[in-house]
């Protein structure tokens, strides 16, 4: 894909893949949630998800006559498929179990902040800006303030541990979706972004099922159990969560600039703290929606410092 020279397309087309980048991706979090609690097992879910999603878009490549068996390409997608989908968001889906939605997506947000530090071939040109520093360390500070107050409940309440542990594992999980996000950026092929995510998801799906059986959701899984409302959620999951939102973030990536579409990393925490509230009767305390702030003006920081230097090199290749 390319993210250099923006390509003219219709304004309109443009508010609508940003509409549905930073409302449905933020929305996503509480659908989870949804599904979780109407009865849906954690990893039958990320099972489900991914392999209904990644073989209506492969179904739909195909029709579209793309390329679909591209040995490289599968292996590429299949490794990032790994980190992106199956450890990111299944360690999403895992703590959503426990923990709020709205925490979850606060916690997520700090995404960018492990692409500077992970992204080892840009360390000289990211970490020689001072702009880029400083938003790392306030950064930081954000991360810090969000576990400060679970710290402080654990000496008082034992049972809090349980919301550390959730944490910990969500600033896990950020990293391997940079990871990932950092592995297919480097490896990247002449292949279709459609096929390459059609890949990705079904591979994630298909490791979802050993998990699934190996927690023993499938033996004891009960169908008419699991509510209307978890399976409405599901839905919502596979066709705008992992189709509609994933190939509109694709489409922007190639039309415009990489600092304008990163942009969802502001929204999508905010649209999930707001759905917890009014929907799920979250508790969101001061020190979340702090942290959240903090979090996301360190963003805001590195994304400025990025935006600049692309500007320069822009500048210096007119004159």
Not at 138 to 159: H, N, P, R, S, Y
């Amino acid at each position: 894909m390319s993210t250099s020279t923006p390509k003219k397309v219709s304004p309109l087309m443009v508010i609508i893949a940003y509409a549905i980048v930073y409302i449905v991706w933020g929305s996503t979090y509480f659908s989870i949630r949804v599904a979780l609690q109407g009865g849906f097992p954690p990893m039958l879910l990320g099972a489900f998800r991914f392999l209904l999603a990644g073989v209506l878009l492969l179904v739909w490549c195909a029709l579209r006559g793309e390329k679909l068996f591209i040995l490289k390409n599968v292996l590429n997608a299949a490794v990032s498929g790994v980190l992106l989908l199956f450890v990111g968001i299944g360690i999403v889906i895992w703590v959503e179990q426990t923990l709020p939605s709205a925490m979850a997506a606060i916690l997520v947000s700090a995404a960018p902040i492990w692409f500077v530090l992970l992204d080892y071939p840009k360390w000289s040109e990211n970490l020689r800006n001072k702009w880029t520093i400083t938003g790392l360390i306030i950064g930081f500070l954000g991360v810090i303030l969000l576990f400060a107050e679970q710290v402080i409940k654990a000496f008082a309440d034992k049972g809090i541990t349980t919301n550390l542990t959730g944490m910990a594992m969500l600033i896990i999980g950020s990293m391997c979706w940079t990871a990932g996000s950092i592995y297919s950026k480097y490896r990247a092929t002449s292949g279709s972004g459609c096929v390459n995510a059609a890949w990705q998801m079904l591979t994630a799906g298909i490791l979802f099922i050993p998990a699934s059986l190996m927690s023993g959701e499938v033996q004891h899984l009960n169908l008419p159990a699991i509510t209307a409302n978890a399976w409405l959620g599901m839905a919502y999951l596979v066709v705008f969560g992992s189709i509609a939102g994933f190939s509109a973030y694709v489409w922007l990536l190639q039309v415009r600039p990489i600092t304008q579409v990163s942009t969802y990393a502001y929204i999508n925490p905010v649209v999930a703290v707001l759905l917890g509230i009014f929907f799920a009767h979250e508790h969101i305390t001061f020190w979340l929606i702090m942290g959240l702030c903090v979090i996301l003006g360190s963003v805001l920081l590195i994304n400025m410092a990025k935006y600049h230097s692309a500007k320069s090199i822009k500048l210096k290749a007119q004159s």
